[in-house]
């Protein structure tokens, strides 16, 4: 840990006689986060060797600079000044207890929702397997019917067959197909 600093550097005149103000953004230059974080590290006595070097050289070139500081360390003095509070038992224990009772609760949300949730799951799954028992039922059936279908649709010359063998060449049946035959058998079938 590093040294406090050493209030005689930052300006013998002004001695940490800095008036109460709302804010420190109140100012006309504004403190970045990483200044007023340096400053409170600076403070608290938390930087490294080289990063107090550059804090205090920047404290000794930067008059608003050592005002920020001042008024940081003036809230310090002003914590360190208020009356410390002593925690006894009672406040340790309800604490614990209220701790143990939000627990509790949340345990027994998850449960809640476990049941649900293992529910949903499950359901999910049954419409999964639903879904590949339809698919696979489809696939069998589309292949096992494949063969009888074709025999549908060949169902006409089979039950024609005898008289196709009387037939003594493929132009007769051709010449027959010509002269419009076949197209009132077509208008007939189902």
């Known amino acids: 840990m590093n040294k406090q600093p050493d209030p005689s550097k930052l300006d013998e005149t002004k001695a ?16 970045t ?11 608290d006595g ?8 550059e804090v205090e ?17 003036h809230s310090w003095d002003l914590l360190e000044s208020l009356p410390r509070t002593s925690i006894n038992d009672d406040f340790t224990r309800s604490t614990v207890e209220l701790v143990a009772l939000s627990i509790g ?14 529910r949903m799951r499950w359901g999910v ?12 039922f489809g696939v069998a059936y589309e292949r096992l019917t494949r063969d009888q279908r074709q025999l549908l649709r060949d169902l006409p010359v089979i039950e024609r067959v005898d ?14 197909a010509s002269e419009g035959l076949f197209d009132e058998e077509k208008a007939d079938a189902p």
């Not at 940490?16 to 403190?31: I, L, R």
């Not at 799954?125 to 696979?136: D, R, Y």
């Open 33 to 43: 986060e990483e200044t007023f974080a340096d400053l409170v590290a600076y403070l």
């Open 125 to 136: 799954a049954g419409i999964i397997v639903a879904v590949f028992a339809l698919g696979g």
């Open 163 to 176: 008289l196709y063998r009387e037939v003594n060449s493929i132009e007769f049946l051709e010449k027959l």
């Open 105 to 118: 609760a949340q345990v027994e949300q998850r449960r809640g929702q476990s049941w649900w949730v293992q």
């Open 57 to 73: 050289q920047r404290l000794a070139r930067d008059d608003a600079y050592r005002d920020r500081l001042r008024q940081l360390q």
């Open 16 to 31: 940490f006689n800095v008036p109460m103000v709302e804010s420190v953004e109140d100012d006309s230059d504004e403190m």
């Open 46 to 53: 938390e930087l490294a060797a080289e990063e107090v070097t």
